[in-house]
């Protein structure tokens, strides 16, 4: 049964609209937030007093020609921090997030496949402390700890399921054990929806109302973002963009479908498709290597080789496929393109997704569909992680009286 | 930028909220509606006086044992009505539909194919007259007419773009003509979308926050309910499930791609398929008939034909396939399958969609995703266009300053 809304919620979601305004319009005033809002002068006034005494905004100088309501307001970006960390299955990474969705700190540090949930859990504690030490993080101001990582997994109580591409953790209550090691909040969410959100906080999606991030790292998935709000579906699991069959006699997958987009064209199978070629004898300048991986296929198809080439653009071409499936479902304005190890060929694969969706979409013809590359590049899930905590406290949420949860993202440091 | 909310719309809200609550739960209590919406009791009990003042809501008896706040409410179904009209491109569809969600009356008749767009809307505008005059339906009670057709097109404006399923209809603005030709308040969409809506507003999907009505009619389509909310995407046109790509290299679609869910197994194909294998010499008991069309082929699956339910097969396997893919990406909690030429091998499409969402979805195993036939039957789109109204005027709306439109369905009959 759907839940009724209430005042208070009408208050926060118009605190969240105003921020947002704030944050995306750098040095706007009273008077155009009351514009672009809708919302009347007064309700801006006093929710923008709010958030001076709250020290989430700070005022500048007076113009020369006007009064209060035209002085500039800008986000007070050290007023509030967040960690993002993203889990791989060989590799952390971190980052430190102001409120102005600019990153203070980045770190990468291995970890060993071998080993167990709880050890990389711990060892995460342990980097997230050292990482605000050296950012110089006010430990007040801290909000929580954001982290992405590949699904299924339950958003709402931070549990990750068996992910294929996360071996052997199956069940870790991710969030409760990393709060308890860092003494934060934890927030957990797929890398792609997580990179979704940092792009609409901090990147190029700022301000777009319908748009999909299409990640690709270890798997692909992506983030969507539906008529101005994050969409995770009835399980926290929406995105699975990876699994949308492209060809239904395909090659198995790991999810026990076949001819998913993963199976298609995730980094592993580029490889393998590509020593497959060369074990039956075809010329390629990596026969002569031992061991290779995506990044070396990249580097060998940019360089000029014709079966890593054919491979990599085989993949974008896959890729281009589904985003046309996604686009003509969604009917979005935008595809972001990101993730970990696109590296060297992001922008062959987003040129090739953008002919797909150019030529290939019911929009073709009617509109234009933008498709860029993320702005936080290879840290997107991370910085999107960050973004999460942030998202959580700050933006305007849907209504409905069950939903106003995470309340305790409220830092108890010296500055509130 | 996002717009702001204020304490009209919480008002609307909640009222949307708690007439919900009433219509699904037909003798619901003041006091179960507070338990099942979260609002308090003066908030419900408010609620309940103004619906019944506007003779939205009936009271039951008092029970026995309990006062004013135990009282059982329903909607009064006459109170309200509205007209649902499908336009398809041979046949046109029109339904009466009262504020209980039950079907009046409903008509068929032929449109002639050659005629021009304004004809047939004169020729629809003259049947709605028709209709409620057969009907009985009090004029001032009338919210308004619901256009269920083919995409794409512009819900907001009630303008028709091309549709390829609608040969001849180029920039049609259909609401306007058919609201001046009715004197009622029109409002066009989609027919899958409009059928999505009408299986929440009184079919098999009523309480489902995220579902997908896949619509089989001459074309193929999705109508999507999100968290709650019927999406429709950045220009209304969301829902081209028909467009989903399932072979990259596969039959051309009229829509400029290959193999589409549509270009594989839209009830034409599934013919042409049958015609070209009886060509080529194959054996099928339509072979000796000089004209067939989709029920043919149909009634010969059923009656044991090989050729016929081959080609039915397949068609509702790559459906099943498309279904995967859907809530693979949606993270669905049911798939509502409908349309007007199903006919007899709905049973037959809807199992095979069961087994590959069963069988191939990362949800399989997990949870469990219901796949059911729509309670509309055949009449899905001209029930959908008709809760359309309903749902316009009354269902809670995603906060939002800016979208309080379509406020002119205010009926100014003798019951406000």
């Known amino acids: 049964m759907r839940r009724g809304t209430n005042l208070p919620w009408v208050r926060d979601y118009n605190q969240g609209v105003v921020l947002e305004a704030i ?49 500039p307001l800008s986000v007070n970006r050290e007023a509030r921090s967040a960690v993002g960390v993203q889990i791989d299955v060989d590799e952390t990474s971190i980052v430190v997030l102001d409120l102005g969705g600019h990153v203070v700190l980045r770190r990468r540090c291995a970890t060993d496949p071998e080993h167990r949930p709880l050890e990389v859990i711990r060892q995460v504690a342990e980097e997230v402390g050292a990482v605000l030490d050296e950012a110089g993080a006010e430990r007040g101001n801290v909000l929580g700890v954001g982290v992405a990582c590949p699904g299924p997994l339950d958003h709402r109580t931070g549990v990750v399921f068996r992910p294929p591409n996360l071996p052997g953790w199956d069940r870790v209550h991710l969030a409760e054990a990393l709060s308890e090691w860092t003494g934060y909040p934890v927030i957990v969410d797929n890398d792609a929806t997580a990179a979704a959100i940092g792009e609409r906080w901090s990147g190029g999606a700022r301000g777009a109302r319908n748009f999909a991030f299409v990640y690709v790292g270890v798997g692909i998935g992506a983030g969507l973002f539906l008529e101005d709000h994050v969409f995770r579906g009835a399980t926290t699991n929406a995105g699975e963009f ?4 492209l060809d239904p006699e395909g090659p198995a997958c790991h999810c026990g479908s076949r001819g998913c987009v993963e199976a298609l064209c995730s980094p592993g199978r580029v490889v393998s498709a590509v020593e497959r070629r060369i074990r039956a004898g075809e010329p390629s300048l990596l026969a002569s290597r031992a061991e290779y991986g995506f990044a070396e296929v990249c580097r060998a198809a940019l360089g000029g080789d014709a079966l890593a ?74 910085v999107g992680a960050a973004s999460l905590v942030m998202h959580t406290a700050f933006a305007p949420r849907q209504a409905g009286l069950e939903r106003a949860d995470l309340s305790q993202l409220t830092p108890v440091g010296p500055s509130v």
């Open 23 to 71: 944050r995306l319009g750098g040095g706007v005033s009273r008077v155009e937030i009351a514009s672009k809002t809708g919302l009347t002068a007064q309700t801006v006034s006093n929710i923008v007093r709010r958030l001076l005494t709250e020290g989430l905004v700070v005022e500048g100088e007076r113009p020369f020609d006007g009064g209060q309501r035209r002085v």
């Open 242 to 245: 990876g699994h949308i069959t």
């Open 309 to 382: 080439g054919d491979e990599v653009r085989r993949a974008a071409y896959h890729l281009g496929c589904g985003a046309v499936s996604l686009v003509n479902l969604l009917d979005l304005e935008l595809v972001v393109l990101g993730g970990k190890v696109l590296g060297t060929v992001a922008e062959l694969y987003r040129r090739e997704i953008e002919r797909a969706v150019e030529e290939r979409t019911m929009a073709s013809g009617l509109r234009r569909v933008r498709v860029v590359l993320s702005q936080a590049g290879e840290d997107a899930a991370a």
